[in-house]
Each structure stands twice: as structure tokens, then as C-alpha cells.
């Protein structure tokens, strides 16, 4: 029945369909509470080994119960107390009688609650990181594979590796964002009630030296390289917003990713992977829809629009802190990681099934071609002798004519057709097949994939070598 209760609740799809186990333990109940505790007891070995009356009964008490949270009586002192943290410090307390005295010892609700919201962004970033390089690794090698096949784009002829570049500089931008966000999380540290230390300069009897040794020491427990020298009562919300804009505007590449090839999907171009038994549309048996490109730019929309509850927040606070924040901050920080999380595992799972079709790619640029290579046709006519003026109006006129051709009768551009029969064009005719060349019209382009790759993209996942195997099978 327990179970069956389940589906009578609304639950997160980002929980239920989406997100990876990892993620979603990272802002679980579960691991948000032994973070606390391990909080006190950090708290605890520290002020023991300045000198507090703590004694190692009480911490080994405390530890051994670090892990074990009797959830259903914390939810009961919550309902009586109407206060969370002072609700898991009882409920620790009753399984540590002894420690009970020392538990938060000091400490203010945010010693807990903030640290702690620290912990699972440092952590979070950790799990998105890696994640970000394989997409990253494997867009490469498809950048590289097709570094010279040339295709359309809205202007001209590049080829589909240096397209894939562009989104592959857009990535690597986040991947540098990304990692300056995580590298600059600091602690929140031991700061009291208002961020003075005013309660544990108390319990050292003003000595200056002591809180501070205290500060440090609980900051390398908790595995942070320095702590915020100043705070109110809270980290400053700025930080909230520094960590969440970065997987905002990861969320806007992968949305212009995905949009791409959603668009070259249509034309026939490129496909995401399909599944054998992947039904596309429950009334078109044939569809074959870019589904997890489409669930890409769905999710990342709402990672854009999540963007707005930092910005908001940091903006209202008031003096040193104002308690209108922890609600939305409830929301807004696990959101923010698991649609990231989610839209990694999506791409990652995408680029590594891309499939692309050259032979469609070729027709497309059959059809247009011949427009794009009037400048290089008149070049050709002028070298051999010709006006440019003149051949410039005898092109502007069979373009127009052929244009007609393919707008309005649905018919094939027949450009080339109409040169070659066109007796003015005849000290060029030898040299059309050169001119109409496709790999002619790309420049620089596969050069440009292989120093990019080699000299920005392949040295920004050095550091995750060792997780690049880890492969994404989408259970949704």
C-alpha cells in the first residue's frame, strides 16, 4: 500500500524520470541530514582540541551515530517546534545522551544549513563536471571524423566538424565556468549568530586566536581550502548566483546544440539515436522524432528560468540576512544541478549515437551549389579574357531564370545546365566541374577543426581521462 500511496503525491519529474542516482542523492533528505550532523561533530572535535570540556565519549557517541537518523521522530519535533535544525538536534541528542550538552554547541542554524548548502554545490559540480568532458570528448572525436565533409550552412559551405566546433567552443567555455565556480566556493565556516563569532569568542574567553584557529580547523574538516572571512548570519546570496548562472548558460548551449540538430534532423542531415523497438508518434508510425534533442531544450529552458530566484533573493536581502530565502533556495539550488545533470546525460547520450548522412548532406548541396559558385564562375570568365560587368548580368539573369525553375515549377535548380548551353560561357566550360567542387568552398575549415581540437579542447579534458569510459544508457 506504502508503495501504491506514492502515486496519490505529486513527484518531481526531475527526480522520478530524469536525473541520475548520484545527483539526486547529492540533494537528498538523507544527505543533507548526515551533513549536519557530521557538521557537530566536526564542531565538536574542534572545540575539544582547543580546550572546551568535550570528552571523547561524547564524539565517539556522536559518530557512531552519524548515519543513523530516526527520520519519522525528526519529523515529529519539526511539526512541535516549527524548526528544522532545532528539530534534528534533538533527535540527535536522543540518541546521544551524553553528547546532547555539546551538540551545536555555539553554533547558529546556518552553521548547518549553509555549510551544508556549500558541501552539496562543491559536490554537485564534481558529479556535472566529468559529465560535461564526455560530452565534450565525444562531440571531438565527431568533429574530427567529419572535420572535411562539407554541408550547408545559412551563408555558404562549411563542413559538419567545424560546426561542430562551434558548439564544442561554446562548451568548452562552460567547462572553464564551470570549474572557476566550483574552485571558488569557500566555506561558510564558523561564524555565530550574525557572522561576528561573538558566542565562541565567548566560550574562549576572548581569545581571538582560538576562534580562529576554530574556524580553520572546521573548514579543512569539512574539505574546503578557506572559508569566507566575512558573512551575516548567511553566505552572501551573490554566491548562489555566481553557481547558478553558470548552468544557466550551460543550459543556453545545450539548447542551441539540440535546436541544431533538431533543425538538421528535419532536413534528413543528421539523426540522434533511435532505439529498435523507439516509437515516434502514436499517430505517424513512420515519425521519427528527435526525442531526446526535444527533452534537451525543454529542460534547459527551465534551467534558464531558474536563473531569476538568485537574482531575486540576493537582491531582497535585507541587512545582514532575512529568513525569506530558505523556501526558494529549497527549490531553486537542487533544481538548478539536477536539470543540468539531466541535460548532460541527454547530450552525452546523444553524441555518442550521432548519425549523419552524407548522401542526403551532398544533395542538399547539389541543389544550391550552382548559386554559390557565380562569384567563382565570373572570376573564371574574367581570367579567361571576359567583362565582369557583362558576365556578372548574363549570371544575374540565368539565376533568376533558374531560381523561377525551382520556386515556382518544384523543380531542380538547373543553373549549371543553363551556362554550359549559354555559348558565352564556353572558354570556362572545362573548368565548371573544378569550380563546382564543394571542398573548394570550405577554406580553412579542417584546419581550423584539427588546431582547435589540439591546442582547446583536447588539453581541457586532460583531467578527466579516468572517467571518460562511463557510458549513458537513458532508462526514459
Known amino acids: 500500500m506504502a508503495a501504491a500511496d506514492e502515486f496519490m503525491k505529486y513527484r518531481s519529474p526531475l527526480v522520478s524520470r530524469y536525473a541520475s542516482k548520484e545527483m539526486a542523492y547529492n540533494f537528498s533528505d538523507r544527505k543533507k541530514f548526515t551533513t549536519w550532523r557530521k557538521l557537530w561533530i566536526y564542531l565538536a572535535k574542534a572545540e575539544k582540541a582547543l580546550g572546551l570540556p568535550i570528552t571523547d565519549v561524547q564524539v565517539q557517541e556522536m559518530e557512531s551515530h552519524a548515519e543513523n537518523i530516526d527520520f519519522a521522530m525528526a519529523a515529529e519535533e519539526e511539526r512541535k517546534l516549527r524548526h528544522d535544525v532545532m528539530a534534528h538536534v534533538h533527535t540527535f541528542a536522543h540518541c546521544c545522551p551524553n553528547a546532547a550538552p555539546i551538540i551545536h554547541l555555539g553554533a547558529t542554524s546556518c552553521y548547518v544549513g549553509d555549510n551544508t548548502d556549500l558541501i552539496m554545490l562543491r559536490d554537485g559540480f564534481d558529479i556535472l563536471l566529468p559529465k560535461l568532458a564526455r560530452v565534450i570528448d565525444r562531440l571531438a572525436n565527431f568533429a574530427e571524423k567529419y572535420a572535411d565533409l562539407p554541408t550547408l550552412d545559412l551563408r555558404g559551405l562549411t563542413t559538419v566538424g567545424k560546426r561542430t566546433c562551434l558548439w564544442l567552443q561554446d562548451l568548452a567555455m562552460d567547462m572553464r565556468n564551470l570549474q572557476r565556480a566550483r574552485d571558488d566556493l569557500r566555506f561558510r565556516g564558523v561564524k555565530g549568530t550574525t557572522g561576528t563569532q561573538a558566542s565562541f569568542l565567548q566560550l574562549f574567553q576572548g581569545d581571538h586566536d582560538k576562534v580562529e584557529e576554530l574556524d580553520r580547523m572546521v573548514t579543512e574538516m569539512a574539505g574546503f581550502k578557506k572559508a569566507y572571512l566575512v558573512t551575516g548570519q548567511t553566505y552572501s546570496r551573490k ?15 545545450v539548447h542551441k546544440i539540440c535546436t541544431d540538430i533538431r533543425l538538421l534532423a528535419n532536413l534528413k542531415e543528421i539523426e540522434e539515436p533511435f532505439e529498435k523497438e523507439q516509437i515516434g508518434s502514436s499517430a505517424m508510425p513512420y515519425k521519427r522524432n528527435p526525442m531526446r534533442a526535444e527533452r ?10 531558474l536563473m531569476s530566484d538568485p537574482l531575486q533573493t540576493a537582491s531582497v536581502q535585507w541587512l545582514e540576512r532575512t529568513l525569506d530565502d530558505s523556501a526558494n533556495r529549497r527549490i531553486s539550488l537542487p ?15 546523444i553524441t555518442e549515437g550521432l548519425v549523419v548522412y552524407p548522401k542526403v548532406i551532398e544533395r542538399h548541396i547539389r541543389h544550391e551549389l550552382p548559386f554559390m559558385a557565380t562569384e567563382n564562375i565570373i572570376m573564371a570568365m574574367v581570367k579567361a579574357g571576359g567583362n565582369r560587368q557583362d558576365c556578372h548580368e548574363k549570371i544575374r539573369v540565368l539565376s533568376q531564370e533558374a531560381a523561377a525553375v525551382v520556386k515556382q515549377e518544384g523543380g531542380d535548380n538547373d543553373l549549371l545546365a543553363r551556362v554550359k548551353a549559354d555559348a558565352y560561357f564556353a572558354p570556362i566550360l572545362g573548368q565548371l566541374d573544378a569550380l563546382l567542387e564543394p571542398k573548394t568552398f570550405i577554406g580553412r575549415a579542417p584546419q581550423q577543426v584539427a588546431r582547435f581540437l589540439s591546442e582547446e579542447v583536447r588539453p581541457l579534458l586532460e583531467p578527466y581521462k579516468a572517467k571518460m569510459d562511463v557510458k549513458i544508457e537513458l532508462e526514459l
Open 335 to 349: 533544481e538548478s544541478f539536477l536539470t543540468a545533470d539531466i541535460i548532460l546525460s541527454t547530450l552525452q547520450n
Open 239 to 253: 554566491v548562489d548566483i555566481d553557481s547558478l548562472s553558470t548552468l544557466a548558460s550551460l543550459g543556453a548551449t
Open 296 to 305: 534537451c531544450c525543454s529542460l534547459a529552458r527551465h534551467l534558464l528560468a
